[in-house]
């Protein structure tokens, strides 16, 4: 309609211009004296323009056109860009060209997608994800409302551009000036969908999706993070969603987690804290609420002995009804516990520490025996007691440890031992995040060692969760990194060599209490040597060494760094 009427305009101008210039018999010959600053005042123009809606686009005006210091200085957190509010059913465009240090994954864009809490640091604010360039994230808060984060839904085309096997050498040197196209599609159908493309000065493209459940009727809110890296931004604007269907997908399969193994008599609760994960067709998966299980087999809590649960789910992704998934889990309804006794300690009994109040207990290898009401004796599954926190007070202290019956409350106390560090390096609750918290620094003079001794407390989860060497300079900049589980980065690291005797079955879940003593080696000839030797609760010794790590002999410092854990200096 619009391209009709300027069409005529335009036909009708060029008719009135014939008829002028015919009647005109005399017309001197003229020329057009443009400004030599006109396509600079077209370009204003234009821009002007731009900052307001034009049909179905709205342009965003930008007020930190450079995000972060312009060397790349900005540490983590520290350094944002404007907050880019998403109405339900909008597209938010973005376009920016990226820059980082090029020495860790990280040092490039990082994407924060929130609430519609426009403070940080006000009340009520919480994060629904933050997705990083280099196909990594975590979830925020607003998982506790229903809204997950699935690293699961991250894809990415990355390619090996070099042949060497290793496609993120690659992707730190495409990342460097790369010209960043962000797609923030927050659909009405409640989902959220992200598309990262980076086009390289080298040409190589790299393309990212991520995915998850969002509100679908309150804003949503998008902004960038600088971490070792900064932005120039360029566009900003809203167009309409491009999703206004999603695939439905139905349910695969159903887990239950954190069912209770014992029941007591006169309690006819089977359910307790479990919670139930239902995965999908197209490989997603989240928790879904109790009230849309169904029990299929309810157990007889009236008689003693073993019970079998059946618990079905019959609701697609988008909530459709359809074919039911199903699982069995097993408890066993027992008399009233009267007594309780450890019959074999836990394998941590003394515990380090130095800035906490309290610290963590770790119920692994502990053996409860209950003695019931009717004189016969069983041991209580770990999960079924409640377990308190340890004083942070030197000395024996007693972990208290619980059992919640239909009658009453029966307890005993697991002694502990207690010995003050020299330092501490995290948060005692293994809330550490990356690249957050650090130890001094410590110089490494030419021809000498630095050996620090740690007890490192960790969730055990992940086998990166456990003490990380930097290895730098005085002024901070980095040769590299070394982690304890057999991996590193970093220019000095290109000519390192790694060996360990880890057995990867078991690396993550014997973290928790180890004694790590880490030597850092200054050979003297521009190299430097880091071995890890650890010795795990149950006595089990291994090792993780880098040689001929490149350094400059006469400014080498190291310090440590971890993410989900924390240490305790003992030296």
Request: aromatic fraction near 12%; charged fraction near 20%.
């Amino acid at each position: 309609m619009k391209t009709t009427k300027l069409m005529k305009g335009a036909l009708f101008a060029a008719i009135l211009g014939t008829f002028v210039l015919i009647g005109c018999e005399k017309l001197d010959t003229y020329t057009i004296v443009a400004p030599s600053d006109l396509q600079n005042r077209i370009d204003s123009i234009a821009a002007e323009k731009a900052k307001h809606s034009t049909g179905d686009t709205t342009y965003i005006d930008i007020t930190t056109a450079i995000v972060g210091a312009e060397d790349n200085s900005a540490a983590w957190w520290t350094a944002f860009s404007d907050y880019f509010a998403i109405p339900v059913n909008k597209l938010l465009h973005l376009e920016f060209v990226n820059h980082g240090t090029g020495v860790n994954n990280w040092n490039n864009w990082n994407l924060a997608v929130t609430n519609e809490v426009a403070d940080r640091d006000g009340d009520g604010y919480k994060e629904y994800f933050v997705l990083r360039s280099d196909a990594y994230g975590w979830g925020g808060t607003m998982a506790d409302d229903g809204y997950a984060y699935d690293a699961g839904m991250i894809s990415f085309d990355y390619p090996d551009t070099d042949g060497d096997g290793d496609i993120w050498n690659d992707f730190r040197t495409t990342m460097q000036g790369a010209l960043v196209t962000l797609e923030i599609d927050h659909s009405s159908t409640g989902n959220v969908f992200v598309t990262a493309t980076a086009v390289g000065t080298n040409g190589v493209e790299l393309v990212m999706t991520y995915q998850q459940p969002v509100s679908a009727a309150n804003n949503i809110v998008a902004f960038l993070v600088c971490d070792g890296s900064y932005f120039e931004m360029k566009k900003a604007y809203l167009i309409p969603s491009k999703v206004t269907v999603v695939e439905d997908v139905a349910p695969v399969s159903i887990e239950v987690e954190g069912a209770p193994e014992f029941v007591e008599f006169g309690n006819e609760d089977f359910w307790g804290d479990a919670v139930a994960t239902v995965t999908y067709a197209d490989g997603s998966s989240e928790q879904v609420s109790p009230d849309d299980i169904s029990f299929t087999v309810i157990p007889d809590m009236t008689t003693l002995g073993e019970k079998t649960v059946i618990v079905a789910y019959s609701k697609t992704k988008q909530g459709a009804y359809g074919r039911a998934v199903s699982t069995f889990y097993t408890l066993e309804v027992t008399n009233p516990v009267a007594e309780m006794e450890i019959t074999t300690m836990p394998d941590i009994t003394t515990y380090y520490f130095y800035d906490a109040d309290s610290i963590v207990f770790d119920k692994k290898g502990l053996v409860v025996t209950a003695t019931y009401s009717d004189g016969s004796i069983g041991v209580l599954a770990n999960s079924g007691l409640q377990f308190s926190k340890i004083p942070a007070v030197e000395g024996s202290q007693n972990a208290i440890i619980t059992y919640k019956g239909a009658t009453g409350n029966v307890t005993v106390n697991c002694p502990l031992t207690l010995i003050k560090g020299t330092g501490q390096v995290g948060f005692t609750d293994f809330s550490t995040p990356w690249w957050s918290e650090f130890s001094d620094d410590f110089p490494v003079a030419a021809g000498e060692s630095k050996i620090i001794t740690m007890y490192c407390y960790s969730n055990n989860l992940q086998p990166y969760h456990s003490p990380s060497t930097i290895l730098r300079k005085a002024d901070l900049t980095e040769y590299g990194v070394v982690r304890m589980d057999n991996f590193g980065w970093g220019d000095g690291y290109a000519t390192a060599t790694a060996t360990s005797d880890w057995n990867w079955d078991t690396f993550a879940s014997n973290i928790n209490g180890s004694k790590v003593v880490i030597t850092v080696t200054n050979n003297g000839d521009n190299t430097a040597d880091v071995l890890y030797n650890v010795t795990y609760t149950t006595g089990e010794t291994h090792f993780q060494k880098y040689e001929g790590f490149t350094v400059d002999s006469s400014d080498l410092n190291c310090t440590l760094v971890l993410e989900g854990a924390y240490l305790v200096l003992v030296n």
